[in-house]
């Protein structure tokens, strides 16, 4: 099983063309980031408002904690049958897949906003009033550069999970790198599916230290020496 699969990964033809790894990999990556951003501008206002007015806490822990609750797949066929007499083309399958990984996504970003924000310093808002700042200016100047950390640690987790549910698109027919894992199944060719959860796995950590690279640059210093000590 393992030659077979390595085999898999090494063969040239299993990675070019419409329906190789490659081609596979950018409209999975391409699913999985519009789903990231379309989740970001729904949590993060909502995490921002929440942590900067201390209003709406127990509504949103309650509703990440039911969004984690969710079956992707029942979500996902619910979707389609309520969109497919309404929408043509394949948005009428992709739209039902954003839903669902939207719908993972939200959790992780807003818990990760709205955490970062309330652990501000209270000292350094007092200071920012005292100064003469608006609120406006205390949100955007000090407790969002300060929820940095946890902001983005809710977003690259967020991203994984993306990745790693991105592939029930292939179930609709959508495609991405959960194709293989489909088609290998059918045929019983299970070093395919092997080599697809391979490449959903190397995509999702790629993904990942690239996050973590922007965290890195766009994250103060001082901040990650603080909560290292």
Do not use: C
Request: aromatic content about 6%.
């Amino acid at each position: 099983m393992i030659d077979l699969t390595w085999q898999w990964l090494t063969d040239p033809e299993n990675w070019t063309g419409p329906g190789g790894v490659l081609a596979q990999s950018v409209t999975h990556l391409r699913i999985s980031l519009v789903a990231l951003l379309a989740a970001a501008l729904v949590a993060v206002p909502v995490g921002l408002y929440i942590g900067h007015t201390g209003k709406g806490r127990w509504v949103a822990i309650n509703v990440a904690g039911g969004f984690r609750a969710i079956p992707s797949l029942g979500v996902l066929f619910v979707a389609i049958m309520l969109l497919l007499p309404r929408l043509q083309g394949d948005l009428a399958y992709e739209l039902p897949v954003l839903i669902v990984l939207v719908l993972l996504a939200v959790p992780p970003i807003l818990s990760g906003t709205y955490a970062g924000v309330e652990a501000v310093d209270p000292a350094a808002r007092d200071a920012a009033h005292g100064v003469g700042m608006t609120g406006a200016q205390v949100l955007w100047q000090v407790e969002v550069p300060a929820a940095l950390p946890l902001l983005l640690s809710g977003v690259r987790s967020a991203m994984l999970q993306i990745v790693a549910t991105a592939t029930i698109a292939a179930v609709v027919g959508i495609g991405g790198l959960g194709r293989f894992l489909i088609d290998g199944q059918a045929s019983r060719q299970y070093e395919v599916m092997a080599g697809g959860a391979i490449a959903v796995a190397a995509l999702a950590l790629t993904v990942d230290l690239v996050l973590a690279g922007v965290q890195r640059l766009v994250v103060s210093p001082g901040l990650v020496e603080s909560r290292h000590h």
